[in-house]
């Protein structure tokens, strides 16, 4: 079965790992609330799989590790949130 599932996302500087499935794929990035959010559709019958996510502010130092971007996202404050799986 597909399902849609959401998470936060801390504005931390460290790499967050989320427990998705092998067979997934992240729809979109946001806010909501205020909070920066990550929508992703689910195979639920699927293996578990860790995924690392790291945001990454304007200005900030983006780590030497292989990163891909996968969205920008800018906050009703002002702020900016660049959004990199890594891996």
């Known amino acids: 079965m597909r399902t849609i599932h959401k998470y936060e996302l ?5 790499i967050q790992e989320f427990n998705l499935t092998n067979s997934y794929s992240i729809n979109h990035f946001g806010e909501q609330d205020g909070k920066l959010m990550m929508w992703a559709d689910i195979r639920t019958e699927s293996v578990d ?5 790291q945001v990454i502010g304007t200005g900030h130092d983006i780590g030497e590790y292989r990163a891909s971007h996968l969205q920008t996202v800018q906050m009703s404050n002002g702020l900016v949130w660049h959004i990199y799986e890594v891996g």
């Open 49 to 53: 799989h860790l995924t690392k996510i």
């Open 10 to 14: 801390s504005i931390i500087d460290d």
